[in-house]
């Protein structure tokens, strides 16, 4: 229940179109109710003549009811889409602090489950649960007391029977529904992980051939999520029928209600309008069990939302910030780090410095630690022991967005994001104007590339748009670093994946934005490495040699 609590609270802001979509559901339903009450009250007393008056309340109900209902599905959606945005909003700002280390724990389909998914789900919390359940509340207890006041003996039992079809139904789907709910948001996320395994790894699956395997996988989440959706249904059938049971009962009691009494006063016109005046509250609960059924979904919803949005982000910056590094020296100073559940340290009691504006290699097998130490020096992690530091200041003492602003990266891992050839460099530099650019994509060697673009700049790359090569990515990679124009470079394998003719076009273009830089390269090649002062090798964690 902490989970749903916790994602209430944060529609606070918005309690205002909330209440004004349930003044008009409750508009909406009290004017159903007395509409139907009226026409039942003049068709039963139909003999005695139809007073004009009454004809123009039943016009006036008519029409209230029709716009109450248009004004109520205006404002509820209204106030659920904002709600809604100001929770993606929320779930983002809170996601942003744990990239890259803590959010890489979780598979990319499964983190877009959570954010597109499992906060749709929460729809169903203010729009389906929330106003409804008031609506009909207030439903109840008005009802009570415009029967009340027609007859007691009728009253008591059809107030008893609406709380039933209110309150017992749907206490017993939501029972229901509980364990299912949080089965069908699993399995909804484990379909979604296998199917982005499959798009994403379809060359090697293909070539694996495990295809056949990936789609039985994804065969076997879809079965999960079929017989999830399936025992909803029928949980959701099975209420439908109950709450139409009970609101037959409460007719059968109004109506031998009114026998007993049939000596009363009011007599025929009374009972009508008693039936009908049921019938239509009725219609006010008749949502109930569905929405309440519902709950045990949106809960495991919420509480996949909270285990993103509340993980502690590995590192965090610092409450009082320090005087700026006076210069660009990175140093580790007995540097130990093991990634959490890790049986071996990554790092184990590691001493390196480099001075501002020089030049240190990293070179050493596969799981070395090459790349936990790069993200040290980018501070993803912190260390277990022993400092990182840049002009002498730890870098916990620095904000995150300082130490970044400092650093530019070319990484193996070339991310090309779907989007525009001038979207993909803005990542670097946002202000960089046409000609920067330009100037950039030449000394990146793009020139040629950029002529061949039919749209130049604004031509589409990525997802769907025109496919760059493994040499054409690294060298966006390296513009996005020449426009960052940033006083320390850390280059992760830049030339790994290439042939040997691009990768001397690619150090080419990089010596001169290396000039009074201080750069950090790590490579398992000896071309990137000969342009280094210094090059430390590093084998289980450790330093085990260090060269000039
Ligand atoms: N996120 C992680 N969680 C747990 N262990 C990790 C994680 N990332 C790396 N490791 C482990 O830490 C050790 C160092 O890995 P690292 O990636 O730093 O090596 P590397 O020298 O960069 O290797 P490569 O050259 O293959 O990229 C390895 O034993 C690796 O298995």
């Known amino acids: 229940m902490r989970d749903l609590l916790v994602l209430l609270a944060l529609a606070r802001g918005r309690a205002g179109w909330m209440a004004l979509g349930a003044g008009f559901a409750l508009t909406a339903t009290a004017t159903g109710i007395a509409l139907l009450g009226l026409a039942g009250g003049l068709v039963a007393g139909a003999g005695a003549g139809i007073a004009v008056g009454a004809i123009a309340w039943l016009r006036a109900l008519a029409l209230g009811r029709t716009a109450a209902r248009y004004l109520e599905r205006l404002t509820t959606h209204e106030a659920t889409f904002r709600v809604l945005a100001d929770l993606r909003l929320w779930f983002f700002e809170r996601a942003i602090p744990l990239a890259p280390a803590r959010l890489g724990g979780w598979r990319g389909g499964d983190l877009m489950a959570r954010l597109v998914s499992d906060i749709d789900a929460l729809d169903g919390l203010y729009l389906r649960l929330v106003t409804p359940t008031a609506v009909a509340l207030l439903t109840v207890v008005g009802l009570?007391?415009?029967?009340?006041?027609?007859?007691?003996?009728?009253?008591?039992?059809?107030?008893?029977?609406?709380?039933?079809?209110?309150?017992?139904?749907?206490?017993?789907?939501?029972?229901?529904?509980?364990?299912?709910?949080?089965?069908?948001?699993?399995?909804?996320?484990?379909?979604?992980?296998?199917?982005?395994?499959?798009?994403?790894?379809?060359?090697?699956?293909?070539?694996?051939?495990?295809?056949?395997?990936?789609?039985?996988?994804?065969?076997?989440?879809?079965?999960?999520?079929?017989?999830?959706?399936?025992?909803?249904?029928?949980?959701?059938?099975?209420?439908?029928?109950?709450?139409?049971?009970?609101?037959?009962?409460?007719?059968?009691?109004?109506?031998?209600?009114?026998?007993?009494?049939?000596?009363?006063?009011?007599?025929?016109?009374?009972?009508?309008?008693?039936?009908?005046?049921?019938?239509?509250?009725?219609?006010?609960?008749?949502?109930?069990?569905?929405?309440?059924?519902?709950?045990?979904?949106?809960?495991?919803?919420?509480r996949r939302i909270r285990e993103v949005a509340e993980a502690a982000p590995a590192v965090c910056d610092p409450v009082r910030k320090g005087p700026p590094p006076a210069s660009n020296a990175l140093a580790l100073e007995a540097v130990s780090f093991r990634y959490p559940g890790a049986e071996r340290p990554a790092l184990d009691g590691v001493d390196l410095a480099v001075p501002d504006g020089g030049r240190l290699g990293i070179a050493g097998p596969s799981g070395a630690g090459k790349s936990t130490l790069l993200a040290l020096l980018l501070r993803f992690h912190d260390p277990d022991a022993g400092r990182v530091t840049l002009g002498g200041v730890d870098l916990r003492d620095l904000a995150v967005a300082d130490l970044h602003a400092r650093i530019g990266v070319l990484s193996q891992a070339t991310s090309i994001l779907a989007g525009?050839?001038?979207?993909?460099?803005?990542?670097?530099?946002?202000?960089?104007?046409?000609?920067?650019?330009?100037?950039?994509?030449?000394?990146?060697?793009?020139?040629?590339?950029?002529?061949?673009?039919?749209?130049?700049?604004?031509?589409?790359?990525?997802?769907?748009?025109?496919?760059?090569?493994?040499?054409?990515?690294?060298?966006?990679?390296?513009?996005?670093?020449?426009?960052?124009?940033?006083?320390?470079?850390?280059?992760?394998?830049?030339?790994?994946?290439?042939?040997?003719?691009?990768?001397?076009?690619?150090?080419?273009?990089?010596?001169?934005?290396?000039?009074?830089?201080?750069?950090?390269?790590?490579?398992?090649?000896p071309a990137p490495l000969a342009a280094m002062d210094r090059v430390a090798r590093l084998e289980a964690g450790r330093i085990v040699e260090a060269t000039d």
């Open 144 to 302: 009570a007391a415009v029967l009340g006041s027609l007859s007691p003996a009728i009253a008591v039992p059809v107030v008893a029977l609406l709380a039933l079809a209110g309150l017992g139904v749907p206490a017993l789907t939501e029972r229901a529904g509980r364990g299912v709910g949080g089965v069908q948001v699993a399995a909804a996320a484990r379909l979604r992980v296998a199917a982005v395994d499959l798009v994403q790894g379809m060359a090697d699956l293909a070539a694996n051939q495990a295809l056949d395997r990936q789609a039985a996988v994804i065969a076997e989440a879809e079965a999960g999520h079929e017989a999830a959706l399936h025992r909803q249904a029928a949980i959701s059938a099975a209420g439908t029928a109950a709450t139409q049971l009970v609101s037959q009962l409460a007719l059968v009691a109004v109506v031998l209600g009114w026998a007993a009494l049939a000596s009363g006063a009011g007599g025929t016109p009374l009972v009508a309008v008693a039936v009908l005046v049921t019938l239509a509250a009725f219609e006010a609960v008749a949502p109930l069990p569905l929405a309440w059924q519902l709950l045990g979904r949106t809960k495991a919803a919420a």
């Open 420 to 525: 525009s050839l001038r979207e993909n460099l803005a990542i670097a530099a946002p202000e960089a104007d046409e000609a920067t650019l330009r100037a950039a994509l030449d000394r990146a060697g793009l020139g040629t590339f950029l002529a061949a673009l039919p749209d130049g700049l604004d031509t589409w790359l990525g997802e769907a748009g025109v496919a760059v090569s493994g040499g054409e990515a690294r060298r966006i990679a390296l513009a996005r670093v020449l426009l960052k124009d940033a006083p320390i470079l850390l280059l992760d394998e830049p030339t790994e994946g290439l042939d040997a003719e691009t990768e001397r076009a690619v150090l080419a273009a990089l010596a001169p934005a290396m000039q009074g830089r201080t750069v950090v390269t790590i490579s398992h090649r």
